[in-house]
């Protein structure tokens, strides 16, 4: 039921501009953890993350995100005690920052509710049409 609600509401989505979701590639499947992760192109957008947030919670939509941590930064990474052969730490992870800047999260519907998902997507869809007014906020 995951699966088939979060495709329901991000094929709908992802057909506004500057929004995409994660891809997998063809030999995997996508795992939901916590919430639906959206990517946004904030500067396509011409938005900040927030004013987006603030708009979508305007309508309803419980939005969110949250920065990854950076596994190569954790303190266990550097401290030898760990390692009977220490970790090569790489200076930064390809991606990371990049996701942390252009996500957002909402929320997995885990029952049917077609009337919920078409409640988000209205909300998107009715941001979207007004984010050149949101621009200047």
């Known amino acids: 039921m995951v699966a088939k609600n979060i495709k329901a509401m991000n094929?709908?989505?992802?057909?506004?501009?500057?929004?995409?979701?994660?891809?997998?590639?063809?030999?995997?499947?996508?795992?939901?953890?916590?919430?639906?992760?959206?990517?946004?192109?904030?500067?396509?957008?011409?938005?900040?993350?927030?004013?987006?947030?603030?708009?979508?919670?305007?309508?309803?939509?419980?939005?969110?995100?949250?920065?990854y941590p950076e596994q190569h930064k954790l303190k266990i990474y550097s401290e030898a005690k760990w390692w009977h052969h220490p970790p090569t730490i790489p200076a930064q992870m390809p991606g990371n920052a990049w996701v942390n800047a252009n996500h957002l999260f909402v929320p997995i519907v885990y029952e049917e509710a077609p009337e919920l998902i078409d409640q988000y997507v209205r909300a998107f869809e009715k941001v979207w049409a007004h984010r050149g007014e949101l621009a200047g906020a």
């Open 11 to 67: 094929s709908r989505l992802t057909q506004l501009p500057g929004i995409t979701e994660p891809r997998c590639r063809r030999d995997q499947v996508r795992a939901y953890y916590h919430a639906n992760m959206l990517m946004m192109d904030f500067a396509k957008l011409g938005l900040s993350r927030q004013v987006l947030l603030n708009a979508l919670k305007a309508e309803g939509v419980r939005a969110s995100y949250w920065d």
